[in-house]
């Protein structure tokens, strides 16, 4: 791990570099001006929550990987006391988390 966490300014224009998209052109694609993705760029500012949705589309990445912290754990350990829907009402909320989604668009199917 680096010295410091990657910042999501960092970040994104890590993921626009290595997309070969011009700033202009990763402008246009979500619908926002050049100097708006500047700013995200610079650390200045912070995308909305749509916008987010957007860069994150166009980047072909998740929304959380955008933002996460890399010293924040994505998998927690598994609970050994809690009962089965208790243990998938809390993946639920994990999983909508990460994705940038409502829990009630997560569903879990079990296979025994």
Known sequence: MNA????FAERLKNLREKNGMSKTRLASEIG?????????EEGNTEPREHNLTELAKVLGVSPTMLTADESTPVSAPLPTNQDLPTVIAEA?????KLAG?????????LDY
């Open 92 to 96: 639920k909320q994990t999983i909508a």
């Open 32 to 40: 926002v001006s050049t100097t708006c993705v500047w700013n995200w």
């Open 4 to 7: 410091h966490s990657v910042t």
């Open 101 to 109: 989604i409502s829990p009630s668009q997560v569903k879990i199917s």
